[in-house]
């Protein structure tokens, strides 16, 4: 039996007073359930107000969108992990495909990431996938498995370490295109089978999510596929009652 993980990616939406009202609405409904893990991805103002409206709830985390490697100093406008964990933060994204595409993050970057991410004792959700002109140039197998490599290169003890993976095809964010069940499944294995060539059997613990258009309507077909651990979710996850259908899928 799989325990699904469902993340929610606010992105740059629900500021602190929006974030209250969420999880006031949000966990006034959503019972304690333990066979899944939900996880909110808020921006980095909100993360003390997602922590605190959670008290001591383990299974619903706090997560933070991005992270600086360094741990403090002259870094204008970041925020280090150490300081995500001391705001609530249990887990961050790293390279997810806005960071990449719109703010120019490496592959090199998210392996600092990743690592600087561990030493803080945060999890880490590492983002992969292709644009549509990869997709359709054939390179989505090769694109994924650089990322998946380059990415987790810096982590030490990646056998040990606690992190999951999110396959969201770039073609599919935000455009209301989904990848079918199949098109996911297909990518996912090609993801864990690259996991068990660098961390043998260990790779069967790791979650792989999909992201990309995921919606109320679509989210119970995904997440049936044997292979779709979970689910990344953006513009369906700004409001409350919208991700709670999606969270209880
Ligand atoms: P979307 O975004 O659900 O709005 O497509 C997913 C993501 O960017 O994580």
Not at 30 to 37: G, M, P, S
Not at 205 to 211: K, R
Not at 217 to 227: K, Q, V
């Amino acid at each position: 039996m799989k325990r699904p993980v469902l993340a929610a990616n606010w992105k740059m939406n629900n500021g602190p007073t929006a974030a209250k009202k969420f999880m006031d609405a949000f966990l006034a409904t959503y019972a304690r359930r333990d066979d899944r893990t939900v996880v909110i991805f808020a921006p980095a103002v909100s993360l003390s107000t997602v922590a605190n409206a959670l008290g001591g709830r383990g299974d619903v985390l706090a997560g933070v969108q991005n992270i600086y490697w360094a741990e403090k100093g002259a870094f204008t406008g970041e925020t280090s992990a150490p300081m995500a964990r001391d705001a609530g933060a249990r887990v961050t994204l790293v390279g997810h495909s806005e960071r990449r595409h719109v703010f120019g993050e490496t592959d090199d970057q998210c392996a600092k990431k990743c690592a600087a991410a561990i030493k803080a004792a945060l999890s880490f959700m590492l983002c992969i996938g292709e644009t549509i002109e990869q997709r359709e140039a054939g390179e989505t197998e090769r694109l994924v498995k650089r990322q998946l490599r380059e990415g987790l290169a810096q982590t030490e003890n990646l056998i040990s370490v606690d992190f999951s993976i999110a396959y969201e095809p770039v073609w599919a964010i935000g455009t209301g295109l989904t990848a079918s069940a199949a098109d996911a499944s297909a990518i996912h294995t090609v993801i864990r089978s690259e996991l068990r060539e660098m961390i043998g059997t260990r790779a069967n613990e790791i979650p792989i999510l999909y992201g990309g258009s995921v919606n109320p309507s679509n989210a119970a077909g995904l997440l049936r596929a044997p292979e779709i651990d979970g689910l990344l979710v953006g513009g369906a996850s700004v409001e409350a009652a919208s991700w709670l259908s999606i969270a209880q899928t």
